[in-house]
C-alpha cells in the first residue's frame, strides 16, 4: 500500500508564535485508509485537517498530499477540486438548488456532461438512502438527511481523499450511527481514503486506525505500535 499522505515535523502557530496548534506532527497514512484523529478540543484536529485539504498554510515541515507537495504547490485550487471531499458540521447545502442539484456542485470542475453528471449523484444518493428525495429542496430534509447529502456531495467529484470533520457532531446517536455506516460504506464501495477528526471514541474506533492529538501532537498511532512490534520481533 503506497502512502497518499506524508507529513513530516509539521508546525502551525497563531498569535504571533503564542498558540502553537501543531507542535512537530509526524504522519504517513495509506491509500484507501480509513484514519480517524481524535483528541480533545484545542488539540490541534481541525488545523491538522485544514492542513490536509490545503485551507491553510504551514509555518515549518513539510506535507505531501496525494502527490502534491501542498508547501511549495501553487495550483491548490486544483488540488481542492480533485482530490478532496470535504464534509464538515455545517453542511452548506445550497437553499434554491434540489438535493439532487447540491450533489452535483464539486462535478463542475470536471468534463463530464449532465447525464454522467446526474447519474452519478443518483447512484451517491441511493448509497445514502435519499434516491427517493432528489429533487426535493434541503429545507424539507432533516438533519440527518441533509448531512447524508453532504457526505453524497463530497464523494461527487471523485475525490481520493474525504476529510470530514465531526461529520455527526450535531446529530442524535441513532442518526449518527447511520451516517457514519454510509461514510463506510462509500469508503469501501469507491476506494476512497477517509480522513475523520472527532472528539468522540465510540465514533474514533470505526476506523481502521485511531491517531491521538494533543497539544499539537501525535501521542498515539496505531502504525507506530505496529512498527514496535515488528522491531520486536525480528
Ligand atoms: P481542535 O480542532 O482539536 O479543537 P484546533 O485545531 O481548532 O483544535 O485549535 C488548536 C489551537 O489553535 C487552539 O488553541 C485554538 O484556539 C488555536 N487556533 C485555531 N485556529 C486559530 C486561529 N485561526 N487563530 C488563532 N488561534 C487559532
Keep these: 500500500m503506497s502512502n497518499i499522505v506524508e507529513i513530516k515535523n509539521l508546525t502551525k502557530s497563531y498569535e504571533k508564535g503564542n498558540i502553537k496548534a501543531l507542535n512537530g506532527i ?10 480517524s484523529i481524535i483528541g480533545p478540543s484545542g488539540s490541534g484536529k481541525s488545523t491538522l485537517l485544514n492542513m490536509l485539504g490545503a485551507l491553510d498554510t504551514p509555518d515549518s515541515g513539510s506535507i505531501n498530499v496525494a502527490g502534491f507537495d501542498l508547501k511549495k504547490n501553487k495550483h491548490l ?4 477540486a480533485d482530490e478532496i471531499g470535504f464534509v464538515f458540521q455545517l453542511h452548506n ?5 434540489s438535493v439532487v442539484e447540491n450533489v452535483e456542485i464539486p462535478m463542475f470542475t470536471k468534463d463530464w456532461n449532465s447525464k454522467k453528471m446526474r447519474e452519478r449523484a443518483l447512484y451517491l444518493l441511493d448509497i445514502v438512502g435519499l434516491k427517493d428525495k432528489s429533487k426535493m429542496l434541503p429545507n424539507k430534509l432533516s438533519g440527518g438527511e441533509r448531512q447524508r447529502v453532504a457526505i453524497a456531495r463530497a464523494l461527487a467529484n471523485e475525490p ?24 463506510d460504506k462509500l469508503h469501501n464501495e469507491e476506494n476512497v481514503t477517509l480522513i475523520m477528526v472527532t472528539h468522540d471514541m465510540d465514533v474514533a474506533r470505526l476506523a481502521d486506525r485511531v491517531i491521538e ?11 507506530d505500535s505496529l512498527l514496535d512490534s515488528e522491531i520486536k520481533i525480528h
Design 213 to 223: 492529538v494533543l497539544d499539537g501532537k501525535i501521542v498515539s498511532n496505531a502504525d
Design 77 to 80: 485550487n486544483e488540488f481542492r
Design 160 to 183: 481520493s481523499i474525504i476529510l470530514a470533520d465531526e461529520p455527526t457532531g450535531s446529530l442524535d446517536s441513532k442518526t449518527s450511527n447511520k451516517i457514519l455506516k454510509q461514510l
Design 26 to 35: 509526524d504522519l504517513s497514512i495509506g491509500e484507501g485508509e480509513f484514519v
Design 93 to 97: 447545502l445550497i437553499p434554491n438548488l
